[in-house]
C-alpha cells in the first residue's frame, strides 16, 4: 500500500452513489483483474461477507482475512479483505479500495478513514466507493480523482407507517438497542412464528447463522440494529423504522437524513424496487425528510475527522500533544473523543507507568496497549485497569504476557451457559483477548492462544445463536436446528446413505452444552476449515474429516464444476446455502491446483496487454497448458512488461506446449484428470495420471491431452515427459539423457525410432522423406529425383531441402549407437 499522499502513479477513481447502486460489486471485480489488491472495508462482518465471495470466486489458497479479531492468512494470498483499520499498510498491492468513505466524518472512527482517503495508494489503480455527499471533498483533497456517480439499480418508494402485524414479508424491523431489538423480536415471533436478529454485537459466526436462516426463507422477518446499513447484502423488500434517534456515544439525538437512506436503502436489491417507512408507534417522517431519501439528495460532508499522523514518541506527555495538534486544512477537524487517547490520558497519570514509560520504545508500546477496544462498551475505568495491567505484564519478566495471568482473564470466558444476554457479555468480554492475542510479540505460544480465544469465541456464537432461536423462532420451526442428527444419525436398515457415518460422527462429537453437535455447529465447523481438512477422490466426491459429504458435478467447462451435496434434503435452506459457498470457494482451490496457482483474472480487464489477455484465457482454458500452435500468435505479439509478468507467474514456453510449470507436477496432473473426467462425464483411464506411457488404446486421441498426454504414434506420453524429451534432444550433449530417459520408459525398437522422429520435428528436425521408385525402375538415390548424383538438379534438391539442427542430428545419432539399441 504505497503510503505517499501525494503519488499520482496510481489511477484515483471515486464510485459515489447511494445504496444498491453496485458499487462493491464493481470494486470486487475490478480488483480481482489484478494481479493482487486490499479492499479496506466498514465491518468486520461485511468483510467476512465479501472474504466469502471473493473465495468463492477464486478459492481461500489466494486471499486473506484481517480484522482486529479474525484472521486467515494463506502462505502466499494475492488479496486482502480487511476492516478498514486493519488494513496492512507495508503490503503494496495493484489495486486498493476504501468502501464507505463517508465514515471519514464520523467522531471516533472518521479520522481511520480520513488517513486512507489522504495515504492509502494501490500501485496501480484505487477506488474511494461511498455517498456523494463526499464529492466536494473528494475533488478538493484529490484534484486528479475521476469522480464517478452510481446510480441506484431499483427504485426506492415511501410507504407510510405500519403495524408489526401488517408488516409485509422479506421485512427489516430496525431500532437502536438490543433491549428494543429483542423486545421487536418477541412480538414479531408472536405474530409471525419466527424471526432472525442481527446485532452489531454478534459475532461472525452468529450473525452469518441468522442471516442464513433469514436469507434461505426459513423466517421471513428480520430485526436488526443501524449494523444492516454498511453493506450487508439481504434479500429485503421493506425496512420499517422501530426508532428515529440513537445514542452515539455521546448523547441521545435524532438521526440524519443521509443516515435514515442508509438504512432505508437496504430494501430492494439489485433490480427489485423496495419500501421504507416507520412502525404505527412513530409519527410520519417529514416530507422534506421522505424526499430526500428518494431522491438520494443530501448536504454534502464539508469536514473530516483528522488526527496527527506524525507521533512523538519521546514521552506520553509529548505523545498526547502530538495527537492534539491541530490539523492544517480548513476541511479538517480535530478528533474530538477517542477511547485510545482517553485511555493514554489516564494511564499517563498513574505514577508506576510515568517510571516505566520513558523511552520511545516503551511510549510506543504503552500506545499499542491502548488501541485495544473496548467491545464491552462497559465502565471505562474498568476497560483502562485492564489495559494497565496488560501494560504493565508487557513490561515485566521477558516482556511477553504471563500464561497463568492470560489463563485467569481467558478461563472464566468458557462458559457456554446462561441467557442472551450474559452470552453477548461473554462473547464482547472474548473478543478483547482474541484481539490481544493476534498482537505480534506480545504472547508465549500466539497460535495456541488464537486457537483458544477463537475456539471460546465459536463455542459462544453457537450457544448464542441457539438461544435467539429457541427465543425467537416457534417450537414447529425450531425442529430445523436439530433435524440434521435427527434425520442423519439414524438411517433406514441397509442403507446406503452417505451421511450414516456422518450422523454417527454428529452423536459422537459434543456441541455447545455436550449434546450431539447441531445442524449449525457442524455446518460452522465445515465453513471454518482449512483447505487440509478435505479429501478430493479421483471421482470427485468430496469428504470432509474422512466423512462424505459432496461431489462435483459436470458445470459448463473444466474451470466451472458444479456442487452437489449428498442428500441435500437433510440441510435446513441456510445450513445448504453455507455449506454450498465454503465448498464453492474449495472446487476454485481444486482449480487454481490444476492450474499450477496461474491466476488467470489477474491479466484480465480493460487496460491490460490484449495479446497477455488472450493467452490467460487460454491458458485458463487449457488448465494451465495449450499447444504451441494455440499460444504462437499471442507469445509472438507480447511486449517486454506482459512476457516478464507471465514468466513471473511460471509460464514456460516449451517446445511443443506453452505451460504454467506446476501444472505438470503431479497434483496437479491429478487435479486435471478429475476435472477432465468430471466434464467428460466418464470414468478417468486407467493409469492416468500416473504412468508417463499408455498405449493409444488405453487413451482416447481426442482426449488426450486434455487428460494431460501427447499421441507420439502408437504411444502416449504425459506432457511434462515430452516437454523434457524435447528438451534433451535440443541440448548439445543431450544424447545420454534421451537414451536414458527411453530405457526409463521402456520404448524400445521401432516405436523409440517413430516417438524420436516425431520428437525431432517439433524441435526442428523434419521427418526423413519416404524414397519414391519410379514405376517399373529402381529405388532412386535418397535426396533426387532421378538425377544423378552430383548434377545441378540434385545440387538444387539438396539446396531447397531443410537441414537437421547440429544438436538434434547429434543427439540421434548417440541414442542409434547406443547399447540398447535393439
Not at 486490499?38 to 486473506?64: F, H, K, W
Not at 425442529?479 to 457415518?501: L, M, N, Y
Not at 472446487?587 to 484480465?604: I, K, N
Request: hydrophobic residues 40%.
Amino acid at each position: 500500500m504505497n503510503s505517499s499522499p501525494s503519488s499520482r502513479s496510481s489511477v484515483v477513481v471515486a464510485e459515489l452513489g447511494p445504496t444498491n447502486t453496485g458499487k462493491t460489486h464493481r470494486a470486487i471485480e475490478r480488483m480481482l483483474e489484478h494481479g493482487s489488491g486490499i479492499m479496506g472495508l466498514p465491518l468486520r462482518l461485511l468483510a467476512r461477507e465479501v472474504y466469502d465471495r471473493v473465495t468463492a470466486r477464486v478459492g481461500e489458497g489466494r486471499v486473506a482475512l484481517m480484522t482486529g479479531e479474525e484472521k486467515r492468512v494463506p502462505p502466499r494470498p494475492d488479496y486482502w479483505i480487511c476492516t478498514v483499520e486493519a488494513m496492512p499498510t507495508d503490503k503494496s498491492v495493484d489495486f486498493l479500495a476504501v468502501d464507505e468513505i463517508q465514515l471519514a466524518a464520523h467522531r471516533e472512527r472518521g479520522h481511520v478513514f480520513t488517513d486512507r482517503l489522504l495515504h492509502a495508494r494501490g500501485r496501480k489503480e484505487t477506488w474511494f466507493l461511498g455517498a456523494d455527499t463526499m464529492r466536494p471533498m473528494v475533488q478538493t483533497l484529490i484534484p486528479h480523482a475521476s469522480v464517478k456517480r452510481a446510480t441506484r439499480l431499483s427504485q426506492l418508494r415511501y410507504a407510510g407507517h405500519r403495524s408489526l402485524k401488517s408488516l409485509p414479508p422479506r421485512s427489516a424491523v430496525v431500532a437502536f438497542s438490543a433491549d428494543r431489538v429483542y423486545e421487536l423480536a418477541e412480538s414479531l415471533r408472536r405474530l409471525r412464528g419466527g424471526v432472525a436478529v442481527v446485532l452489531g454485537a454478534l459475532s461472525p459466526r452468529t450473525r452469518n447463522a441468522q442471516v442464513a436462516m433469514y436469507q434461505s426463507g426459513e423466517v421471513q422477518y428480520l430485526v436488526a440494529t443501524d449494523a444492516i446499513g454498511m453493506g450487508l447484502n439481504l434479500d429485503l423488500n421493506h425496512v420499517a423504522f422501530a426508532a428515529l434517534s440513537k445514542f452515539d456515544g455521546a448523547d441521545q439525538r435524532e438521526l440524519y437524513p443521509d443516515e435514515l437512506a442508509q438504512i432505508a436503502g437496504r430494501a430492494g436489491r439489485h433490480l427489485n424496487d423496495g419500501s421504507f417507512g416507520t412502525l404505527n408507534t412513530l409519527p410520519e417522517l417529514p416530507p422534506r425528510v421522505v424526499s430526500a431519501i428518494e431522491t438520494h439528495r443530501f448536504p454534502a460532508v464539508r469536514s473530516l475527522i483528522w488526527r496527527n499522523a506524525a507521533l512523538d514518541f519521546s514521552s506520553p506527555e509529548a505523545l498526547l500533544d502530538s495527537l492534539a495538534r491541530a490539523p492544517g486544512h480548513s476541511a479538517f477537524i480535530r478528533v474530538e473523543r477517542a477511547d485510545d487517547f482517553d485511555a493514554l490520558k489516564d494511564l499517563s497519570r498513574v505514577p508506576t507507568i510515568q517510571d516505566l514509560a520513558t523511552g520511545p520504545a516503551m511510549v510506543e508500546l504503552l500506545w499499542q496497549v491502548c488501541q485495544i477496544p473496548d467491545f464491552r462498551k462497559g465502565l471505562f475505568g474498568q476497560h483502562v485497569a485492564l489495559l494497565r495491567e496488560t501494560f504493565l505484564q508487557l513490561t515485566a519478566g521477558d516482556g511477553k504476557l504471563d500464561a497463568v495471568w492470560l489463563n485467569k482473564q481467558v478461563a472464566p470466558l468458557d462458559d457456554v451457559s446462561g441467557d442472551i444476554h450474559t452470552l453477548m457479555d461473554r462473547l464482547a468480554a472474548i473478543r478483547i483477548w482474541t484481539y490481544i492475542s493476534h498482537r505480534p510479540g506480545w504472547l508465549h505460544e500466539a497460535e495456541h492462544w488464537q486457537e483458544r480465544t477463537r475456539g471460546i469465541e465459536d463455542a459462544l456464537g453457537d450457544a448464542l445463536h441457539e438461544r435467539l432461536v429457541e427465543r425467537f423462532v416457534q417450537r414447529a420451526a425450531r425442529r430445523s436446528t436439530r433435524r440434521f442428527v435427527k434425520a442423519t444419525a439414524r438411517p433406514p436398515s441397509g442403507s446406503a446413505s452417505p451421511f450414516a457415518k456422518l450422523g454417527q460422527m454428529l452423536e459422537e462429537m459434543p456441541g455447545a452444552e455436550g449434546f450431539a453437535m447441531t445442524e449449525e455447529q457442524f455446518v460452522q465447523r465445515v465453513v471454518d476449515a482449512s483447505h487440509d481438512a478435505f479429501q478430493v477422490d479421483a471421482s470427485g466426491a468430496i469428504s470432509f474429516e474422512g466423512e462424505p459429504l459432496a461431489r462435483l458435478v459436470r458445470g459448463t467447462d473444466r474451470r466451472s464444476p458444479l456442487l452437489a451435496l449428498a442428500e441435500p434434503e437433510v440441510w435446513t435452506g441456510g445450513a445448504r446455502q453455507r455449506l454450498e459457498r465454503r465448498l464453492l470457494a474449495l472446487a476454485r482451490d481444486l482449480v487454481t491446483e490444476a492450474m499450477g496457482g496461474f491466476p488467470s483474472e489477474s491479466f484480465s480487464g480493460a487496460g491490460r496487454n490484449a495479446a497477455a489477455r488472450g493467452l490467460a484465457y487460454r491458458l485458463s482454458e487449457g488448465l494451465g497448458v495449450i499447444t504451441q500452435g494455440e499460444a504462437h500468435e499471442q507469445w509472438r505479439l507480447l511486449d517486454e512488461e506482459a512476457r516478464a509478468r507471465l514468466t513471473e507467474q511460471g509460464v514456460c514456453e516449451g517446445h511443443r506446449f506453452v505451460y504454467v510449470a506446476e501444472a505438470l507436477s503431479p497434483h496437479a496432473l491429478e487435479r486435471r484428470c478429475m476435472l477432465t473426467s468430471l466434464f467428460l462425464q466418464r470414468t478417468c483411464p486407467t493409469g492416468v495420471p500416473r504412468e508417463p506411457v499408455l498405449q493409444l488404446s488405453e487413451l482416447d486421441r481426442r482426449d488426450a491431452r486434455a487428460y494431460g498426454y501427447e499421441v507420439l504414434g502408437s504411444v502416449v506420453l504425459r506432457i511434462d515427459i515430452v516437454e523434457r524429451l524435447c528438451e534433451a534432444l535440443r541440448h548439445p550433449h543431450g544424447g545420454r539423457q534421451v537414451q536414458a530417459l527411453m530405457q526409463d520408459l521402456r520404448l524400445e525398437g521401432s516405436i523409440r525410432a517413430r516417438v524420436l522422429r516425431e520428437l525431432g520435428g517439433a524441435i526442428g528436425n523434419p521427418p526423413p522423406r519416404r524414397r519414391r521408385r519410379r514405376r517399373g525402375g529402381a529405388a532412386q538415390v535418397s535426396g533426387t529425383s532421378g538425377a544423378h548424383p552430383g548434377s545441378p538438379r540434385s545440387g538444387a534438391s539438396e539446396r531447397k531441402g531443410r537441414r537437421p539442427r547440429e544438436g538434434a542430428v547429434r543427439n540421434a545419432t548417440a541414442f542409434r549407437d547406443g547399447p540398447s539399441e535393439s
